[in-house]
């Protein structure tokens, strides 16, 4: 990849499409990312704190223990801290006519490719951090296994939904 098409690999339109032509999250998505990060920072952070309370008090820890535990939680820290800037960048999804294309993550990149035909079951889920922020995931569940598009505003999770699975149901018709 040449360094101009690096640089162009975020940009967006206004349309919310890359010039690849995949979908992006809305930026209210980054709100739900932090709010549940700091959830999980919360209860790390007791864990920790009981962790070291404990030990402190009941055994001789020596120094570079309690120091490498540290270290270990300003690394977890600092990645639930970055990490939705990141997942936010890079997540893209495009939904073709005969497939559904997702790429996301923050150290590891992972590219799932769903044939639509395959899908055998659609979810459109909300939990309750997601539904503060109007957001929304379609979980689509194929005979290999589970894919899921996250974040979507409530309307373009259900619009999606519907699409796909009167898609599904088309193809079906055609069969019989």
């Known amino acids: 990849m040449t360094r101009d098409e690096m640089s162009n690999e975020f940009k967006v339109d206004e349309n919310g499409l890359t010039t690849d032509g995949y979908h992006v999250l809305p930026r209210r998505s980054v709100g739900s990312m932090y709010i549940g990060n700091v959830i999980i920072l919360a209860i790390l952070?007791?864990?920790?704190y009981v962790v070291y309370a404990y030990s402190s008090q009941y055994y001789e820890v020596p120094s570079t223990y309690k120091l490498a535990m540290l270290i270990a939680y300003a690394l977890v820290a600092a990645y639930l801290a970055l990490g939705p800037?990141?997942?936010?960048?890079?997540?893209?999804?495009?939904?073709?006519?005969?497939?559904?294309?997702?790429?996301?993550?923050?150290?590891?990149?992972?590219?799932?490719?769903?044939?639509?035909?395959?899908?055998?079951?659609?979810?459109?889920?909300?939990?309750?951090?997601?539904?503060?922020?109007?957001?929304?995931?379609?979980?689509?569940?194929?005979?290999?296994?589970?894919?899921?598009?996250?974040?979507?505003?409530?309307?373009?999770?259900?619009?999606?939904?519907?699409?796909?699975?009167?898609?599904?149901?088309?193809?079906?018709?055609?069969?019989?």
Request: hydrophobic share 45%; glycine share 6%; proline share 3%.
């Open 85 to 176: 800037l990141v997942y936010y960048a890079r997540y893209r999804y495009r939904i073709d006519g005969d497939r559904i294309d997702i790429r996301k993550g923050i150290l590891v990149i992972s590219h799932t490719v769903v044939p639509i035909e395959r899908v055998h079951q659609l979810e459109v889920a909300r939990g309750p951090i997601n539904n503060l922020f109007r957001l929304a995931d379609v979980t689509i569940t194929t005979a290999g296994g589970i894919a899921s598009i996250q974040y979507l505003e409530i309307p373009v999770a259900e619009e999606i939904a519907d699409s796909l699975n009167a898609y599904i149901n088309d193809i079906l018709r055609k069969r019989e």
């Open 45 to 48: 952070s007791a864990i920790v």
